[in-house]
């Protein structure tokens, strides 16, 4: 059998932890930061996690992850 190529976007957006939960990183971060107070900005740096409705879909993307 083939072997599943890994989707090269998602594989630099997610990553897997131990438990088998889907990591990313949280939106709206990337520019217009000036109107953003800094208690938001500090917040956006944390990671977040993909919903279990998305979880499914990111972990058939990246199958070697």
Known sequence: MPKIKTHRGAAKRFSLTK???VK???AYKSHI???KSTKRKRNLR???Y???ANEAVVKKLIPYK
Request: proline share 0%; glycine share 14%.
């Open 24 to 26: 990313r990183s949280k």
């Open 50 to 52: 993909a919903s279990s």
């Open 19 to 21: 438990s088998g939960k």
């Open 46 to 48: 944390k990671t977040g």
């Open 33 to 35: 930061l000036t109107k």
